[in-house]
């Protein structure tokens, strides 16, 4: 895919994320209402470790005992947008668009090539009840190789391409502790030969306690995935950090996060190659 496509596609996900932090300031005021258009809220919060949450982020991973990569830079930019919320069936729902772009860069080569660039969008519905939640998505994922990593390393592009489903459950246990519990199943795929299944389980952790007139926040969380297509190894992504809050609205916040993964790569066609590293990234919730 051309350059100029990936600039495209960063400035609307940039143009949409500022539509959603207006249409949120705007809908603060009705948020008593029972149907809401544009909704400032969140009924299944973000999944704190999982490196394929929709949301804006940089990072620099350091690549441990591998042959291929080092250094490396990776940057997510994308959003959850909420669309409509309501009650029904003695739950809130919510529903809206998911988009993201998901790269990573070899930060020794010269020219810092972009090695993948995945493209993913979804339709997520989600729910809420106390300390419950749960999240339902129907989405599709494309991923593509950067022009430089196929010209210097002269490797076959493989047209990786899939839409599929997930489902989540989520449980508070306190103000501190949330575990949740997933599964998802890939509908049609290119190649046609992927397994589809896959699980996930999580556990996060929110200290009650903050500092700094209530502007930061210890959390840490830990993620683990399991694919069918790797024989349901568990891919292990810990963080630990701080998070920087805004007391005025509970939805935007920036977590400075000490990060480690070790497991098959979440990067397009390298979903096949072990990975480990350790990095340092910064995340944004709107």
Known sequence: MKKHNYFSILTI?????????????????NNNDKNIILPDETLFNPLM????????????QSYINDDELNNVGATSFGETFPLYSGNAFGWRWITGIQAAVFA???????????????????????????????????????????DEYLLYNKIDRVNLSYEGIDVKFSYDI??????YAGTGYIIH??????????????????????????????????DLKTWEENDWDADISARLGLQLENV??????????????????????????????AGLGIHFYF
């Open 174 to 179: 306190d103000k501190a502790f949330r575990v």
């Open 189 to 222: 795929k290119e190649p046609s030969g992927i397994d589809p299944l896959s699980a996930q389980f999580g556990m996060e952790y929110r200290s009650p306690g903050t500092f700094l007139s209530n502007r930061v926040r210890p959390i840490a969380a830990v």
């Open 104 to 146: 990573f860069f070899n930060l020794d080569a010269d020219s810092m090539d972009l090695v993948n660039a995945d493209y993913w969008v979804g339709i997520p519905l989600a729910c809420r009840k106390e300390n419950f939640s749960g999240l339902f998505r129907i989405f599709h994922q494309s991923s593509h190789l950067g």
């Open 13 to 29: 996900l940039i143009l949409l994320a500022a539509c959603s932090v207006s249409a949120a300031e705007s809908a603060k005021d």
């Open 49 to 60: 470790a999982d490196p394929r949450w929709p949301h804006f982020s940089v990072a620099y």
């Open 248 to 277: 005025e609205s509970k939805n935007r916040k920036v977590q400075l996060m000490l990060e480690y993964f070790s497991g098959h790569s979440p990067h397009g066609q390298f979903y096949n190659r072990t990975i480990e590293y």
